[in-house]
């Protein structure tokens, strides 16, 4: 959970680009409102279990995706691998 609002906090100060701060800014919610309610309401309901363990895969692609477009960043256009 702090690693997600770390992460926000890096994207403000390097403002790489309007998508990349909303998005962390996403993945923040999703670490800190959606997970934490998800696993409270899943030990009532199994439905809503499922709904934690979804929330989890789209933060697991979120961070991925998030990770490439970084490194995707960094790389210069003439050096890419």
Known sequence: MVL???LLILALIAWASRATVIWTFVLALLVIVA????A?????SK???GLHALDGMVILLLSLWLAITAGRRRTPAGHAR
């Open 40 to 44: 409270a309401a899943g030990e009532n």
């Open 35 to 38: 997970q934490t309610a998800l």
């Open 47 to 49: 439905w809503i279990g």
């Open 4 to 6: 997600s609002f770390i």
